[in-house]
């Protein structure tokens, strides 16, 4: 629930910073801003912590093996560090070119510095998820993004408290442009989760594999699939074009007695 707080705030956030570098609808830039950029910077520390840092101490808990993935990790040992950089060589069994962060992955993962993570060498190969890169590239898509976003919303607030947001363009173009990546990271987030617990659809119990139907053909499988895409297309299609005809129509212009209320909440 926290991500769909964080994406509402940065759409938000975004369309204040548009109209006011279009210096159009200002007063109302102004309140989506008061607004936006508060809810935005909490939401986004909330998404890092507790959340983020409870889910990843339950898979450390529950699913280690995922968490090893998650992280490239081969090895097993203490004061496990977390990547920032690194591309996961499966063949190889090791992360090509990593900078980490020495003990910050045991921290994450149990709380304490110095704590053993278990590495994907603990555990058989058939247990490993599937795909372990694009779930490695997920996970560090989705945390990069949100500390990314923690930065940014600092800023821009530190910026707005002491009434220079407004002037600074550069601010403003990248709260505009940051408006696509909430959606990027919550779908990160999803594919870590789903990439994360293959092979298994009960972890531990009941694999993917046993779960097929065997009555029901592949090519029927794919036939609804190509239906869903098709589907998802069209109203994503729909979606954009609504949302850009609101946005080019804009809010309706103020009533007086509005004008006066909306200049007490907007102190941008
Ligand atoms: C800032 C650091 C972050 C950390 C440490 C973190 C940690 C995690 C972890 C460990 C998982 C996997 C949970 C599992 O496999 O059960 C996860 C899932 C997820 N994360 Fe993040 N996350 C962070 C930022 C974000 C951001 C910025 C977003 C979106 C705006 C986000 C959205 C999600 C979503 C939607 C899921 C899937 C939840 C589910 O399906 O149950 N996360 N996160």
Redesign the pocket.
């Known amino acids: 629930m926290t991500?769909t707080v964080?994406?509402a705030s940065f759409v938000v956030a975004a369309m204040g910073a548009f109209y006011l570098l279009q210096e159009r609808h200002v007063e109302q830039a102004r309140v989506f801003l008061r607004l936006a950029l508060p809810v935005g910077l909490i939401s986004?520390v909330l998404?890092?912590f507790p959340?983020?840092?409870t889910?990843?101490k339950?898979?450390a808990r529950y699913?280690p093996v995922?968490l090893a993935a998650?992280e490239g990790r081969f090895e097993s040992g203490p004061r496990a560090g977390l990547n920032l950089i690194g591309q996961p060589n499966v063949r190889e069994r090791k992360l090509d070119n990593p900078i980490a962060v020495p003990g910050v992955l045991s921290m994450?993962a149990f709380g304490h510095l110095y704590s053993d993570v278990k590495g994907l060498n603990e555990f058989p190969d058939k247990d490993w998820p599937d795909n372990i890169e694009l779930l490695y590239y997920s996970?560090h898509v989705?945390?990069g993004?949100?500390?990314i976003?923690i930065a940014v919303m600092a800023l821009a607030n530190a910026l707005a408290w002491t009434r220079r947001l407004e002037t600074n363009r550069p601010v403003l173009w990248v709260l505009m442009l940051l408006f696509p990546f909430?959606y990027i990271?919550?779908t990160a987030?999803?594919l870590?989760?789903e990439l994360?617990?293959q092979p298994w659809l009960v972890y531990g119990l009941f694999r993917t594999a046993q779960g097929a139907s065997p009555t029901v053909h592949a090519g029927t499988t794919l036939f609804t699939l190509i239906g869903f895409c098709g589907l998802y297309a069209v109203l994503s299609v729909l979606f954009l074009y609504l949302v850009a005809r609101e946005i080019g129509h804009g809010p309706e212009p103020l009533e007086p007695a509005e004008r006066s209320s909306v200049r007490e909440v907007a102190l941008v």
């Open positions: 991500s964080v994406t986004s998404l890092a959340t983020g840092d889910q990843a339950l898979v699913q995922s998650m994450l996970f989705m945390a993004l949100g500390t976003f909430p990271a919550v987030g999803w870590t989760t994360g617990r």
